[in-house]
């Protein structure tokens, strides 16, 4: 499994994703699921990607090697064309491998996330199913989320606001990830980190942290060790003392 | 859906359940999903009900009809031999009825929690799959979920230890179920607990929280702003001031 998610604030776009994918239990290994297109000056795009590896990694080379010649993503003048355009990449490349064992069928379905800038259009981020369709977020749901997405959706929906500061965004997906990946095997370190400031059409700063990067150890320790705190915390029942 | 959780303890047990019940959209009610089987003295036992309304309704009837003239609830010399015919009596009930329509099936399946305690035995639980199998707790393991168990899973794998006090563990509960409700429509309250004090062999204690029962309301109230105090605590990146 994966899990990845990106939230949309005036301030900008924050991205973030693990790096564990697993083909059975005998094959756990990491790899990259961020990939970004940037064309500085007129436009950035970052790219999350979940589901079966071989058509994810199809979708992301593909692109790529459009991107290195122009292409689709250098070329639509609306994100969400950007967005059409890798929904049907992945239809594409779904439909071209079958399982050959009907009884027995390996699921090719793959989910993106696509969110970026173009040119003078406002920051948005799309959510991009197998199917080619995809969907946006709101001022209500400022956050998309693919993969392994439930046990660290709590404090996504208590934290995450449109008016929330990039710096804000990027801590509360760390905590998110680090409790996905304490509750679910199939997510792990490291954790890739992109933050994309609204306007710049510059490179998004990006961050790797490794289970024992300084700040991001950091960061769980607090976390973990005020969890504890604050439910110690907690009002008692009647009946306690 | 629904969330029921239980926690095993080497105090006692904690059973925690709440009550919203759909079947599809326009069907939304409010069950009880929690059943007491209590023999003073002799054998105390908890059940909760994931699944189909149906077949769990159907299947705790037929063991409240059972209890009351005896029956295996109140006959077996084990727990594990009383979750064994709650897997039965499951199984029964889902193969008695079938789906008309083979291209658009409904899920007649049905999981259970039953723990509890019989004569001197050790207090313990089970998690009874719809095939009619089942796992017990372990020291590593010492809580059980159904339903809809991801969004409530992080803070049980924080806390839950097998030396917790009860009432922290229902602390715990209430806090999990709360992050559930907060994040999945299909979980929402009443929320029953039922706190069963090891060796007692006697009724357990039994609460039900509604949304704003005073209680149950201080600890969201606690719980949500001290997370939101613990988020703003974190440690800023580097190029933060």
Redesign the interface.
């Given at each position: 499994m994966t899990y990845c998610l990106a939230a949309s604030l005036r301030a900008g776009l924050v991205f973030a994703a693990d790096t564990r994918t697993n083909a059975g239990l005998d094959h756990v290994n990491s790899f990259r699921k961020m990939h970004s297109f940037v064309w500085e000056g007129d436009r950035v795009m970052v790219l999350l990607s979940a589901g079966n590896l071989a058509t994810t990694q199809a979708v992301v080379t593909h692109l790529q090697r459009e991107a290195e010649e122009g292409g689709p993503l250098r070329e639509v003048a609306h994100l969400s064309d950007a967005a059409e355009h890798v929904g049907q990449v992945s239809l594409q490349v779904q439909q071209r491998y079958h399982s050959a064992d009907s009884a027995n069928p390996v699921s090719l379905e793959a989910t993106f996330i696509l969110g970026g800038q173009v040119g003078d259009e406002a920051p948005s981020a799309f959510l991009i199913y197998p199917q080619g369709n995809f969907i946006t977020c709101s001022e209500e749901q400022p956050f998309l989320q693919i993969g392994e997405t439930?046990?660290?959706?709590?404090?996504l929906?208590?934290?995450i606001e449109p008016g929330l500061s990039l710096?804000?965004a990027?801590?509360?997906a760390l905590?998110s990830i680090d409790?996905?990946m304490?509750?679910n095997l199939s997510v792990g370190p490291p954790v890739d980190l992109a933050i994309y400031r609204a306007g710049t059409l510059e490179a998004p700063r990006t961050l790797r942290y490794k289970h024992n990067s300084p700040?991001f150890a950091?960061?769980r320790k607090?976390?973990?060790e005020?969890?504890?705190r604050?439910?110690d915390?907690?009002?008692?029942?009647?009946w306690?003392s």
């Open positions: 439930k046990y660290g959706k709590p404090i929906d208590r934290i710096e804000d990027a801590r509360c905590v409790s996905t304490r509750s700040y950091s960061v607090h976390w973990s005020g969890l504890r604050l439910f915390d907690l009002p008692r029942f009647d306690e």
